[in-house]
């Protein structure tokens, strides 16, 4: 072959490669997430090249730097309209800049915020070895009770590798609800996924119920990418596009040109159906929703108790907007296919979680099946289908947030010569030997049970109201039941805190420093204030509770 001719095949190869139009990225519209992942890769440095003795210090300063300019940056966004007027689809179709995806991005980096103060918590346990110790392992690589373990703590070491792992968690968690196609989803999920699942196994104390508890999550999790990756292949199928509008068109009927490689499995109901439950179901998974709920004791009682608060707020918020965002814009016509499952689902989720939370003694494993109530309850909100559906669900999931942040803040400071103290005899009493944590406590209790004047009670009836206008009104009833039932086990807890006599050998309540008195006093203010005035709140989460498509 002459060289000419092998010249003529490079030039006629590479001609097309001019043509590749560069990506269109709005930097600035996608700054929030852009800003945390940044942080966290300099988070990431810092572990290589600053001094040990530093790195907690600069962790803790650069992680709460960038989850501050994170939420000005949401606001700021907000504030130029991108929530109302302006709301489009950025990074080539990737991602949603909308009123929900603004919201539930502004409660995550808030929610982040208030849980980096518990990570970075150091004053609760006596100092070890002249050092002072948080909730996390001195070297998470060594085998618990080995010597090398022993030796790290004598040298005082810190996991301070928790901070970059929240950042990006919370990093995937901002991209999770604006997700506007499938793939963009897996990837966030995953991204927010794998270091939760390293957070957990990093308790200090209960260090194999920790790395039992991490074990199990990411088993159990990675069923749930597995199914969310299918579902996501057979809609492929099914619409030839893994962009949730395209989808939505093919379901509704409104696409003309059909590629050829895809002709023969294009509007296929059956594999519309089968993936979108396959998607589905990954969500539940992540929202904790029976019958996908049963790692979410485990884990939260397993994990070290800032992770579990951080986990129990954040992920909820993140899943919920993801699910909201798949059933309105790319389900709208497909709902009474998917409403009756979501009913039982709903069902089953409030009645179980405050049933099996009667049974509970450990307050951690309380707090989580409470946490699965409340699955169900934002669940009712998802069927009502209405704009005051969305609406009602972002209001919940931010008043909830805050109130599960503080309330696992509360259980770390309660604390015995083995770390916290999570039985439930041992909180017997409480309330006469620390009267302000247990009463700190009985209101983020109260507002759990959703005691009118607290947070709970303005999300419940916001989310009942729209389920019942949007015609699922014998949910609302079993939704109220669930509710009683769920009460009677939170009073069950403030009547032992301050009805009940202390044991002389009961536990100790550790004077925390200025961080998680801020979590804490944080959680309370929005609980009152979210009980007392919420209708600014119910505008807010209403002007925001529309989908750009």
């Known amino acids: 072959m002459s060289a000419s001719a092998v010249h003529s095949l490079w030039t006629t190869a590479a001609d097309p490669i001019s043509k590749i139009d560069a990506p269109k990225i709005e930097y600035g519209q996608l700054s929030p997430t852009l800003i ?17 003795k530093s790195r907690y210090y600069v962790q803790v300063f650069l992680a709460v730097v960038a989850l501050a300019a994170a939420f000005a ?7 130029g309209g991108y929530g109302t007027t302006k709301a489009h689809i950025a990074a080539m179709g990737a991602i949603a800049v909308d009123g929900p995806a603004l919201f539930l991005q502004g409660t995550i980096l808030l929610a982040g915020l208030v849980a980096i103060f518990t990570f970075a918590e150091r004053r609760l346990d006596p100092e070890a070895h002249g050092n002072r110790i948080d909730s996390f392992a001195a070297q998470a690589a060594s085998v618990p009770g080995t010597d090398s373990e022993k030796a790290a703590v004598k040298a005082g070491f810190t996991t301070t590798e928790v901070f970059p792992l929240a950042l990006f968690a919370i990093g995937g968690m901002l991209v999770f609800p604006a997700a506007n196609d499938l793939l963009t989803l897996f990837v966030a999920l995953e991204v927010f996924s794998l270091p939760l699942y390293l957070l957990c196994a990093l308790a200090r104390r209960k260090r194999i119920m920790s790395q039992e508890a991490a074990v199990k999550y990411f088993l159990l999790g990675a069923f749930a990418s ?9 809609l492929y199928g099914y619409a030839g596009s893994v962009s949730y509008a395209t989808i939505a068109d093919v379901a509704d009927g409104a696409v003309q040109s059909i590629d050829p490689a895809l002709a023969g499995t294009m509007g296929n109901d059956a594999l519309l159906l089968i993936g979108m439950a396959l998607v589905v179901m990954g969500l539940l998974f992540k929202v904790g929703a029976v019958p996908f709920h049963m790692w979410t004791p485990d884990v939260y009682q397993g994990a070290p108790t800032p992770v579990t608060g951080f986990m ?46 009667i049974t509970q003694t450990d307050i951690k494993r309380l707090l989580a099946y409470s946490s699965i109530a409340h699955a169900g309850f934002i669940l009712a909100g998802v069927i009502a289908t209405t704009p005051d559906g969305v609406s009602s669900v972002l209001f919940y999931l931010g008043a909830y947030s805050f109130v599960t942040i503080g309330a696992f803040a509360v259980v770390t400071l309660v604390r ?21 944590v247990a009463a700190v ?4 209790l109260l507002a759990f049970a959703g005691i009118p004047l607290t947070s709970g009670f303005a999300g419940k009836f916001a989310v009942f109201k729209a389920a019942a206008e ?8 079993v939704g109220v039941i669930s509710s009683a039932i769920a009460a009677f086990f939170y009073i069950r807890v403030i009547v032992l805190m301050f009805f009940s006599e202390p044991k002389a050998d009961g536990p100790t309540v550790a ?3 200025p961080l998680t008195m801020t979590t804490i006093a944080v959680g309370v203010a929005v609980t009152i204030v979210l009980g007392l005035a919420p209708q600014y709140f119910l505008d807010l989460a209403s002007q925001a509770g529309v989908f750009v498509r």
């Open 36 to 52: 945390v992942i940044g942080a966290a890769v300099l988070g990431v440095l810092v572990e290589a090249f600053v001094p040990r």
């Open 73 to 79: 940056a949401v606001v700021a966004l907000a504030a």
């Open 226 to 234: 597995a199914f969310t990756l299918f579902g996501i292949a057979l």
């Open 312 to 357: 129990a707020a954040a992920t909820k918020v993140a899943a919920f907007g993801a699910l909201l965002r798949l059933l309105y814009v790319v389900l709208p016509g497909l709902r009474w296919d998917w409403r009756p499952v979501m009913w039982a689902v709903a069902i089953v989720t409030m009645l179980a979680g405050a049933i099996v939370a």
């Open 416 to 436: 015995d010569a083995g770390g916290e103290a999570t039985h439930l005899s041992k909180w017997a009493g409480l309330g006469r030997r620390s009267p302000l």
């Open 441 to 444: 406590f009985a209101v983020f």
């Open 470 to 477: 949007g015609g699922a009104g014998a949910l609302v009833v």
């Open 511 to 513: 004077v925390p420093s």
